[in-house]
């Protein structure tokens, strides 16, 4: 085997193991609507976050392996995202082209968040995970400390409410079609467009509710007010209808775990 051909073979291995991280995230997408279901339903003895995905994993017969192979796909594909971010396109990649300076920075903030999950499954795995609210609320915490931190807070607010908005908005023109190669035919292509539309939108709302937890922390200088996921789905749940509110947001984000195994096989990666 030549050198090219030991590197574009090393570039495949590695798309394979970027396109299973896909995998994991419709898993744990898809976990956290049941959570989130199960918490509209009344049951409130798990956080609807990927904490309390991880932990629901990690009580399964197997859950310690599946642990371990979602540390190795949120590596792989965070790294994939990062040599995007910082060259334009993974080293040997044969086939892609450069990208926009606009879809490198996007591919540096999914670099960040598929690395922090691979931290946070590395966590579980060795039976050190504890509560995403409670990191956050930590985080918070310290940012709030330092020269300037409640300004700090509010802009990270003001970002996840953006990157909430985005969501919604791609979901609602159906934007993420863009980052498919195809479309499964008949009946499932339809499936896989309104499993995206429903399943951004979902996503969307939830980020935005996080964002504006955190505005509110840094306004009241009280960084318990900021909160994950679980926090923000809580939150949701006490407002009028909320528990209809939470219920479609749930199955909004189980629709987004299907669309994700859909873009495991078809995305552009």
């Known amino acids: 085997m030549t050198t090219q051909q030991a590197t574009a073979h090393a570039a495949r291995s590695w798309e394979v193991a970027a396109r299973l991280g896909y995998v994991v995230s419709g898993v744990l997408h898809a976990l956290i609507g049941l959570l989130a279901l199960r918490l509209a339903l009344g049951d409130t003895s798990q956080e609807a976050d990927q904490s309390g995905a991880l932990q629901t994993v990690a009580q399964t017969p197997f859950g310690a392996v599946v642990l371990w192979f979602a540390v190795v796909a949120f590596a792989a594909l965070g790294a994939w995202q990062a040599a995007i971010a910082l060259r334009g396109r993974p080293g040997g990649s044969p086939g892609l082209g450069e990208r926009s300076t606009g879809d490198r920075a996007k591919a540096g903030g999914k670099a960040v968040v598929y ?36 300004v700090l807070v509010g802009a990270v607010g003001v970002a996840v409410v953006v990157v909430g908005v985005y969501h919604v908005v791609k979901g609602a023109r159906q934007k993420f079609l863009e980052d498919l190669r195809g479309l499964p035919g008949g009946r499932a292509g339809t499936a896989v467009r309104w499993s995206g539309m429903v399943g951004y939108v979902a996503k969307g709302v939830a980020l935005a509710i996080v964002g504006v937890l955190f505005v509110l922390a840094a306004w009241h200088a009280n960084p318990q007010e900021a909160g994950g996921i679980d926090t923000a789905l809580r939150t949701l749940q006490r407002q009028p209808a909320g528990d209809l509110l939470l219920a479609l947001v749930a199955v909004g984000l189980m629709a987004f775990g299907v669309y994700s195994f859909v873009r495991a096989r078809f995305g552009k990666v």
């Open 115 to 150: 690395l922090a999950l691979a931290a946070t499954s590395y966590a579980f795995a060795t039976g050190g995970g504890k509560s995403s609210d409670q990191q956050t609320t930590d985080t918070t915490t310290r940012l709030m400390q330092a020269p300037g931190g409640r």
